[in-house]
């Protein structure tokens, strides 16, 4: 509890502070008497991203039936969200057939990725509420953040400050789910400085026994701009969870627990210089971040559970005794990276530089320590292990855009102090078929270190491989596009193929999981988007998204598979958006916005007695009622609303109906 009232104290110092600064700084360009000038940030030379797969507005978000941020990732195609606990406990992101930990995600171009486990890769700090838009990402486009990802990029675009407000929520729910918190932006009078800040408080009893939770995040957005010194970004933001997790990891021990900490801090820096002539300009941006993770897991619960649950097994009474004790994981990453844009008769050439610093200390993970650390905090715990690798990351781009046509191509040098140097490339050529249509072909390499857990997990189930070497990959696309003001569409075919594989494997006749590189793959699939937005009708928009996966590989026969297989081969998402009523001044509004979504899984996973079980396919309804007005919004929100019992993961049902309301209010702070 002590804890709880300490970070609610924190989120809103937070908040003050960021208040605070704007305040005085308006004040102080009111006391000089300055006019007002409108200061639009300086806009980078670096061409458009070409390769976005998928994305999602602020406009849509505002309707979505989510409170968080894996929810909401539910609504992008090619995406695929396997969630082990809901309201934002923790969820594994996939893009394109691929596993959660060949996934790199992205907070305004700042790499947050864990290094640890990609469990915990959307472990940030954000609410939704706070989000612009979210783009997914592939090829070159993900060298924003000095990294050849995988299989995808999930960059998430937070606001900006465009009015003085303070705008407190509040959601409550069944299974005693309540949400609190309050976003708050403001701008100077010059509006050179604009600040957002975004708190929120969640919490319930759980949908089953041993799925409680409760979630803090607070996150601080500084920006300054002047056309003369450039523009630096400042974010910040704080994340504390802890709850049930029941059968995570394993169905022996349903009486699992876990507690999660997140801090993220970055500061970006970027300016336009003339130079060498006329039409002739250098882009400098440059970015220093720091991601620090703290994971406690129990496999015997250590927590009471909510006093909702009554009933609880007699065997969770007792501790076994080879039962060592809970473990504790500690990571941190250091970036520093930098890049020019030249600006030249013959396009925009881009040089740029990547250093990453990853450590981990450990109870289990990593090479073993002379002398153990001592957990703060926690009595008769140890950090046994730790491991510090290192990255650098150098490379070159250019893009050339000539009538109809443009080229995007480059070339990375990579290297990594534990798993040597390698050399990857790719490119773009789009084509201006119409005004309003393009194709465009696209061919880039890629690759993924092991994770620590990859590498050194090791318990009575479950076996590290110290030795593996990562994983590569070779991509191919062809997207095509059309798009005016009331329709869009979107088609794309590609191929990845991916060798050298890390995946957990075990024979039929062994109990023991391994991380092995034993495989190569081979993925097919296609994506297919389509949005029609109405004018004077009864419906707003409707969306329709469907994408298609083949996957094949050469595992070895009589073996396991636990992610390789398990890949989403239908997934089919139907929005609709349509009006309920309008005042006659229409400055009040009642919408509905339905998301109807349908999964078939490929893959099949153990029960507890070792039986095959093919994952079900299932459709989802999902529904939020959202009546807007000037000064506050109210809505009421249901998913499954069909109540269908499912599973993203094996052996982990998923919530039923589940049925909320809330409201949000809109306060002036400071007059424009």
């Not at 200390?361 to 730790?386: C, H, M, Q, T």
């Amino acid at each position: 509890m002590q804890n709880k009232l300490f970070m609610l104290l924190f989120v809103a110092i937070l908040g003050v502070i960021s208040i605070q600064v704007l305040l005085a700084q308006a004040e102080k360009v009111k006391e000089f008497q300055i006019d007002e000038v409108v200061v639009e940030a300086v806009k980078t030379l670096s061409p458009s991203n070409s390769n976005v797969i998928a994305t999602i507005e602020q406009k849509d978000i505002q309707f979505a039936s989510v409170t968080n941020l894996q929810e909401l990732l539910e609504y992008l195609q090619s995406v695929d969200i396997r969630t082990r606990g809901p309201e934002g406990v923790q969820a594994d992101v996939n893009i394109r057939g691929g596993t959660f930990d060949q996934t790199v995600v992205l907070l305004n171009g700042i790499n947050f990725t864990d290094p640890q486990t990609g469990h915990f890769s959307l472990n940030i700090p954000i609410d939704v509420s706070a989000i612009e838009r979210i783009e997914v990402l592939q090829g070159i486009d993900t060298w924003i953040a000095g990294i050849p990802a995988f299989c995808g990029a999930i960059n998430i675009i937070t606001k900006s400050a465009t009015t003085n407000t303070i705008t407190p929520h509040f959601n409550y729910g069944m299974n005693n789910f309540y949400r609190a918190g309050a976003s708050i932006t403001g701008k100077s009078t010059s509006s050179k400085i604009t600040g957002v800040a975004n708190f929120n408080y969640s919490q319930s009893d759980g949908y089953a026994v041993n799925t409680d939770f409760y979630n803090i995040n607070a996150f601080l957005l500084l920006k300054y701009s002047d056309e003369q010194i450039g523009n630096f970004d400042f974010q910040t933001g704080y994340l504390e969870k802890e709850f049930g997790a029941n059968s995570f990891y394993s169905i022996t021990y349903r009486e699992q627990f876990e507690m999660n900490k997140a801090f993220i801090s970055s500061l970006k820096y970027n300016n336009i210089f003339d130079c060498f002539g006329e039409n002739q300009k250098i882009d400098v941006n440059s970015s220093i971040y720091y991601r620090l993770h703290k994971d406690r897991f129990e496999l015997f619960r250590s927590k009471p559970l909510p006093s909702k649950w009554e009933h609880i097994p007699s065997e969770w009474e007792e501790i076994p005794q080879w039962y060592a004790g809970h473990n504790f994981h500690h990571t941190d990453i250091y970036g520093l990276n930098a890049s020019v844009n030249y600006n030249w008769n013959l396009g925009v050439t881009t040089l740029g530089t990547d250093f990453r610093s990853e450590k981990i200390k450990s109870s289990n993970l990593g090479e073993l320590l002379d002398n153990p650390i001592s957990v703060p905090n926690v009595e008769n715990a140890f950090y046994n292990r730790s491991k510090l690798r290192l990255h650098e990351d150098v490379y070159f781009k250019h893009y050339f855009s000539a009538n109809r046509w443009d080229l995007h191509f480059g070339t990375m040098a990579s290297g990594n102090n534990e798993f040597g140097f390698r050399a990857i490339s790719g490119g773009n050529f789009r084509f201006l078929l119409t005004p309003l249509s393009n194709i465009l072909f696209t061919v880039h390499q890629g690759y993924r270190l092991p994770t620590f857990t990859d590498l050194y997990y090791s318990d009575p189930s479950q076996v590290g491989n110290p030795d593996l070497k990562p994983e590569e990959s070779i991509n191919t696309e062809i997207a095509y596009m059309w798009n005016n003001s009331k329709l869009f569409l979107q088609s794309n075919i590609f191929y990845r193929y991916g060798y050298r594989i890390i995946d957990w494997v075990r024979s039929f006749d062994e109990p023991i999981w391994r991380s092995e590189n034993l495989t190569n793959v081979a993925t097919l699939g296609y994506d297919i988007s389509a949005e029609y937005n109405f004018t004077n009708s009864f419906i707003n928009m409707v969306r329709l998204n469907y994408s298609y996966l083949d996957v094949k590989s050469n595992s070895p026969d009589g073996h396991i598979s636990v992610y390789e297989a398990n890949f989403l081969r239908h997934k089919l998402n139907l929005g609709i958006l349509h009006k309920i009523w309008n005042s006659k001044d229409e400055k009040n509004t009642i919408v509905a916005n339905w998301l109807f979504r349908f999964q078939s899984r490929a893959g099949f996973y153990l029960d507890s007695d070792r039986n095959i079980i093919n994952y079900p396919a299932f459709l989802l309804c999902d529904l939020k009622i959202i009546w807007q007005s000037k000064y506050f919004n109210f809505f009421v929100e249901g998913t499954n609303l069909f109540d269908k019992q499912y599973v993203d993961i094996g052996n982990l049902p998923q919530p039923g109906i589940w049925l909320k309301a809330g409201t949000e209010f809109k306060i002036n702070i400071l007059s424009q």
